[in-house]
């Protein structure tokens, strides 16, 4: 009985004895966990962070105003003016952009001074609710275009007052907005930032991504209640380009809210159906690509100085003189001691140009988008023309984004010169990377149509309008990457 007795105890034992320890969790995992420690124990400092770069920020802008003009030919470290434009247009433009396919839009949520300073003037303000006019979604398309087309005409990259004045000036509407709208939110991030749409489209391409812990059925939803600054509804989150990593909804410990998940980079795109595909993205995505695009085109092509004297002559023509007067400062770049005066003839042409090939890559991209989805359609691809033609619309994210980078960073490979190498390996470089981009859009087409149930053998046909779509992008970017 004694004998039966050790040997039940000895089997009852056994289950315990070899039960398994809890699976230790994956580099990655391990990884995401400890960054989301690190951002919800510090999260209170990031206010001095925002403040550091509250006052860098200034004084990059501001500061070559107080200082002497620089000399001729001066370096990047030789004097303030030159430092600071290379700081902006050669760091901090092009890195921002290509920042979010690792880091998603940290930027705007942790560094960025005017998002910061817009939710500090709120705490002071009538917080006023968000009316109907700002939440209209082609608001910040239109904020991205003015100040674009602003910074073309006033020559924001060549002259430190005019990047005083276009920084400056978005500054202090970032202020205003905060201090008026919202209750403890972000409103001038998620509906007027002129930059803030932009990064969003991008982030989408990112390896980060904050989902909700427990996801509630409905789909993506806008609230004013809630923790986000940017008035996303976190339990029904689906999408990227809103969020921006701000932390406040992380909670390690917490059943609800969401969590951070490294992801392949292009993941939301290759499954946009999923993460809320929307049409006037998609649109800003090819007008912002245009109009960033023309901005650069302009200064550059020879055309432009044929129409511009054909047109001057039409003006002496009809007696038209006031087209070759000078405007006002904040208006045009009106700089006669740097030997750059604009008149009003060159305003005018100068927003044409950059309007007509926004106009031009916008209706080109949109006949290729159409042409794919027709095809993709005929194909045997499911849902109707207008969802297929929104998610084929995001193949050119990759292209369109190392083309603002690359086109207007060229500063950004400054620091291989300086490390010896030469024009070509320079030019090698920045091939490199933009075909990159050209085989990272022509996949993510590959994948969007996987998505919309076509077999491999189905997909190539639908693929050759993106193709030429993406090399369109590349053809007009030609010039600012090898010359003409």
């Known amino acids: 009985m004694s004998g039966n007795t050790s040997q039940a ?30 951002f919800v124990r510090h999260r209170r400092r990031l206010a001095a962070v925002h403040a550091a770069m509250f006052v860098v920020f200034m ?15 001066a370096g990047a470290f030789d004097h303030i003016t030159p430092f600071a434009s290379y700081v902006l247009w050669g760091l901090w433009f092009p890195l921002v952009f290509l920042s979010v396919i690792v880091t998603g839009r940290s930027w705007c949520g942790i560094l960025c001074p005017m998002g910061a ?50 920084f400056g000036g978005t500054m202090a509407a970032a202020v205003v907005v905060g201090f008026l709208y919202g209750r403890r939110r972000r409103a001038w991030c998620r509906h007027m930032c002129p930059i803030g749409l932009l990064l969003g489209v991008f982030s989408r391409l990112g390896a980060v991504e904050f ?64 993460h809320h595909a929307n049409p006037m993205e998609v649109w800003f995505l090819f007008i912002g690509t245009g109009i960033a695009l023309g901005g650069f085109l302009w200064q550059i ?32 770049s009106v700089h006669p001691e740097r030997r ?47 969802r297929r033609f929104t998610e084929l619309g995001y193949q ?29 390996a320079v030019r ?15 996949w993510l087409g590959w994948r969007i149509l996987a998505g919309q149930g076509l077999a491999a053998s189905r997909r190539w046909l639908p693929l050759l309008p993106g193709a030429l779509g993406s090399a369109a992008i590349a053809f007009g970017w030609w010039p600012a990457l090898f010359g003409l």
Request: charged fraction near 20%.
């Open 117 to 166: 300073a817009a939710e500090w003037g709120n705490r002071f303000g009538p917080q006023w609710g968000i009316p109907a006019w700002m939440r209209w979604e082609g608001l910040p398309v239109v904020s991205f275009l003015i100040v674009t087309i602003l910074g073309q005409t006033v020559g924001v990259r060549d002259h430190p007052e005019a990047a005083a004045g276009v």
């Open 59 to 73: 004084t990059i802008i501001f500061g070559p105003l107080f200082t002497p003009e620089a000399p001729p030919g």
């Open 428 to 442: 090698a470089a920045k091939g490199l990377l933009f075909a990159a981009s050209l085989v990272w859009s022509g």
């Open 340 to 386: 750059e005066v604009l008149v009003w003839l060159d305003f005018f042409l100068i927003v044409a140009a950059m309007l007509a090939v926004m106009a031009l890559y916008a209706a080109l991209l949109g006949a290729t988008t159409a042409a794919a989805a027709r095809l993709a359609g005929r194909a045997g691809a499911d849902s109707g023309f207008a």
């Open 396 to 424: 050119y994210a990759p292209v369109a984004m190392v083309s603002l980078a690359v086109g207007l960073g060229t500063a950004l490979f400054a620091p291989l010169q300086l490390l010896g190498f030469g024009p070509e």
């Open 211 to 274: 989902q909700p812990k427990l996801r509630l059925p409905g789909g993506e939803a806008y609230t004013e209640h809630g923790v986000c600054p940017t008035m996303i509804d976190v339990t029904r989150k689906q999408e990227s380009r809103h969020c921006i990593e701000c932390f406040r909804c992380v909670n390690p410990e917490a059943k609800g809210g969401v969590a951070l998940r490294l992801r392949r980079p292009g993941e939301e795109v290759e499954e946009i159906r999923h």
């Open 9 to 38: 105890r000895t089997v009852e034992s056994t289950p315990c004895a070899i039960r398994r320890a809890p699976a230790r969790p994956s580099a990655v995992t391990a990884l995401t966990r400890a960054v989301e420690g690190f």
């Open 301 to 332: 092509l020879p055309v432009w100085q044929d129409l511009r004297q054909a047109f001057g002559e039409w003006a002496i023509e009809r007696d038209l003189l006031w087209l070759a007067e000078p405007g006002p400062a904040w208006l045009m």
